[in-house]
Nanobody
């Protein structure tokens, strides 16, 4: 089992940047695919980005590609999401998640953090 705790959310103006971090504890971090998802009020949870166990492969949703970058540090048991050129439509609660296999669907992820709020003002 793995426990996940996100941090780094906040309020930012459009065009600004934020860096989200997710600290993991429990089972060996490097055995999990890590992902970021987001959910705005009244909407379904949306895939944002995923990174392979080694960090060699990443995949970003079309809506964030070129603006967001997922990365991980297996020595520090952390995964980060660098968010640049933020837009009001990026406003949501952002969740870190861990999976034992590669995927972009939320049902593929077994463990979830509590979420961190990101609000982008226009």
């Amino acid at each position: 089992q793995v426990q996940l705790v996100e941090s780094g959310g906040g309020l930012v103006q459009a065009g600004g940047s934020l860096r989200l971090s997710c600290a993991a504890s429990g089972r060996t971090f490097s055995t999990y695919v890590m992902g970021w998802f987001r959910q705005d009020q009244g909407k379904e949870r949306e895939f944002v980005a995923a990174i392979s166990m080694s960090g060699a492969s990443t995949y970003h949703a079309k809506s964030v590609k070129g603006r967001f970058t997922i990365s991980r540090d297996n020595a520090k048991n952390t995964v980060c999401l660098q968010m640049n050129n933020l837009k009001p439509e990026d406003t949501a609660v952002y969740y870190c998640a861990a999976s034992e296999s590669w995927g972009t669907q939320s049902y593929a992820y077994n463990y979830w953090g509590q979420g961190t709020q990101v609000t982008v003002s226009s």
